[in-house]
């Protein structure tokens, strides 16, 4: 699961994470701790769609208007922002709502920005996934595929960039997600109870001495956070210059073929999380053993249910991926 959100981190292309798990075993809260990993990025100072100055295609219309006619644009860095989406969110809160009486006294496209605006160039997190209302999901779903979000109300229209992050996690015992849903994942993650008594106890000890002291809790930890900044820091300014071999391609998608697996979103992810993976180890070469540890959570999900099938899907992966990978 950390392994997963990591890679996220470091190439967003790869199109976010399901994680699916036992209720208690710590997913909303590892999801939450992220934020303190998270890089800087640069942003147009009192933009609400957190515009990028630099790059045209996920600046908000008022920005790129104002860059249009000349005006030098006032930057400032700020943290990835990592939004909630609440499970009785209304469509209006998501996608944002365009104020009519001014748009018909003054003559001007006012709008108020929703989550969907607040989470562009950020990571958008849905907790207990599975029980979100149908037309959310359908928001979601066109947000995530096409990048924008865009806003109709009487005949007036506003479109803005909303490129972000999707996680999600849930409880399967709570009820399946929908396919269409569960594919635009990049990723999916399993998390299970921890058995070994030992490593529960040491559990229940970190938690107990966080609820005792927070502050000094933390700061026993800043030492290891600052390592895995500034390597997520590394492997995203070295991630353009990773390389995968052809011949690794190849046995990806002959995998993906012999699993029969539907469109080729499982191939573009695993190409994707592969090199993510290599540059966060500080490499710039693809090897098996990188591939062989993203594919599971890669190809999982994409696998055609079979009710009769015992065996889970992420084993019939790792069998399949050692039988064509030698």
């Given at each position: 699961?950390?392994?997963?959100?990591?890679?996220?981190?470091?190439?967003?292309?790869?199109?976010?994470?399901?994680?699916?798990?036992?209720?208690?075993?710590?997913?909303?809260?590892?999801?939450?701790?992220?934020?303190?990993?998270?890089?800087?990025?640069?942003?147009?100072?009192?933009?609400?769609?957190?515009?990028?100055?630099?790059?045209?295609?996920?600046?908000?219309?008022?920005?790129?208007?104002?860059?249009?006619?000349?005006?030098?644009?006032?930057?400032?860095?700020?943290?990835?922002?990592?939004?909630?989406?609440?499970?009785?969110?209304?469509?209006?809160?998501?996608?944002?709502?365009?104020?009519?009486?001014?748009?018909?006294?003054?003559?001007?496209?006012?709008?108020?920005?929703?989550?969907?605006?607040?989470?562009?160039?950020?990571i958008l997190y849905v907790d207990e996934v599975n029980l979100l209302d149908d037309h959310l999901v359908d928001v979601l779903l066109d947000s995530a595929a096409s990048g924008w979000n865009t806003v109709e109300r009487e005949g007036i229209s506003i479109s803005h960039p909303a490129r972000f992050i999707l996680i999600g996690?849930?409880?399967?015992?709570?009820?399946?997600?929908?396919?269409?849903?569960?594919?635009?994942?990049?990723?999916?993650?399993?998390?299970?109870?921890?058995?070994?008594?030992?490593?529960?106890?040491?559990?229940?000890?970190?938690?107990?001495r966080f609820d005792k002291d927070p502050k000094t809790f933390r700061q026993s930890y800043l030492e290891e956070q600052g390592k895995l900044q500034d390597q997520i820091t590394s492997a995203r300014s070295n991630l353009g210059s990773v390389q995968l071999d052809h011949d690794l391609r190849v046995k990806i998608s002959q995998v993906c073929s012999e699993l029969n697996v539907d469109g080729l979103r499982g191939d573009i992810v695993t190409n994707r999380a592969a090199k993510a993976l290599a540059a966060l180890k500080g490499r710039d070469i693809v090897t098996v053993e990188d591939i062989a540890t993203v594919i599971p959570n890669c190809l999982r999900h994409r696998l055609r249910k079979d009710p009769l099938e015992s065996i889970d899907s992420g084993l019939l992966v790792v069998e399949k991926f050692y039988e064509v990978f030698g």
């Open positions: 699961m950390k392994l997963c959100l990591l890679l996220n981190v470091i190439d967003p292309k790869i199109g976010g994470v399901m994680i699916m798990g036992d209720r208690g075993t710590g997913k909303s809260t590892t999801v939450r701790s992220l934020v303190d990993l998270l890089p800087d990025i640069s942003v147009v100072v009192g933009d609400p769609f957190n515009s990028d100055p630099f790059d045209p295609e996920v600046m908000g219309p008022e920005v790129r208007d104002r860059l249009l006619k000349g005006e030098d644009l006032p930057v400032t860095t700020t943290k990835i922002t990592m939004v909630d989406l609440p499970l009785g969110a209304t469509e209006d809160r998501v996608c944002g709502t365009i104020d009519i009486e001014k748009a018909l006294t003054e003559g001007v496209k006012a709008f108020e920005p929703g989550l969907l605006a607040k989470a562009n160039r950020g996690s849930g409880n399967p015992e709570e009820g399946e997600l929908r396919p269409q849903l569960l594919d635009r994942f990049g990723m999916h993650a399993q998390v299970g109870t921890v058995r070994d008594a030992e490593l529960r106890v040491k559990i229940v000890e970190e938690r107990a």
